[in-house]
């Protein structure tokens, strides 16, 4: 009988303990489903940052020489955008800033050049480019490509005194969504939304305009 019970003993808290590890295991996956942004942002972070710290000086330097060799090669502005974003970089910002005015415009598909890495090609051309505009949308803040390029727009802010940076939102990002460095824009740059509403884009146009009129990137008049 005492064995019996032992046994029983035994398999009540073999179950116990398995039942509890389930538990766990849920509540667990549960937590990471709820903060799964933020574990994938934290994860962009980290790789942002060994990306920061493998930028050296003598890579930035030897682009500045590259710059100095070929003054032509400064764009106005150096736009950052996330490839689900690619669209409206293509259809809407191009047709109405670069190909309607006096503006040149880097981007990464068309301007990086061939055999260089990405990350050098980001340093050289952020460096020969006058003013950057980041486009902020969700999928922005979970590249971590994206991501480093606004860690280097914030430095260019504190370290280099280029302080020409406009923020376009194509949607709203929660505060509690919004990553340090953002937030820290936010507040320091104006920002522009892309409203929803077809009739308020002739705004949207104009503000942007003036915006590139007052650090010094003159457009002829733009299309709506």
């Given at each position: 009988m005492s064995d019996l019970t032992e046994d029983l003993h035994r398999v009540t808290?073999?179950?116990i303990a398995v039942a509890g590890s389930i538990v766990g295991a849920c509540v667990l996956g549960f937590i990471i489903y709820l903060k799964r942004w933020h574990i994938h942002y934290y994860y962009s972070s980290l790789k942002s940052a060994a990306l920061l710290s493998s930028a050296s000086k003598e890579s930035v330097d030897n682009f500045t020489h590259i710059s100095q060799r070929d003054p032509s090669a400064v764009y106005d502005i150096f736009i950052s955008y996330c490839q689900n974003d690619r669209s409206w970089v293509l259809n809407e910002l191009l047709p109405n800033v670069e190909e309607t005015g006096d503006v040149s415009i880097c981007l990464h598909e068309r301007d990086f050049q061939i055999g260089v890495t990405i990350l050098d090609?980001?340093?050289s051309c952020m460096d020969r480019s006058y003013s950057l505009m980041l486009i902020i949308s969700s999928k922005?803040?979970?590249?971590?490509?994206?991501?480093?390029?606004?860690?280097?727009a914030q430095h260019r802010i504190f370290e280099v005194s280029k302080e020409h940076l406009i923020l376009v939102f194509l949607e709203d990002i929660p505060r509690r969504k919004r990553p340090k460095t953002l937030q820290y824009l936010m507040d320091v740059k104006t920002y522009i939304k892309w409203p929803t509403a077809k009739e308020d884009?002739?705004?949207?146009w104009k503000r942007l305009r003036r915006s590139l009129d007052v650090i010094g990137i003159s457009s002829r008049e733009m299309n709506v």
């Open positions: 808290n073999t179950v090609n980001i340093i922005f803040l979970l590249s971590h490509w994206c991501q480093f390029e606004m860690y280097l884009r002739k705004l949207f």
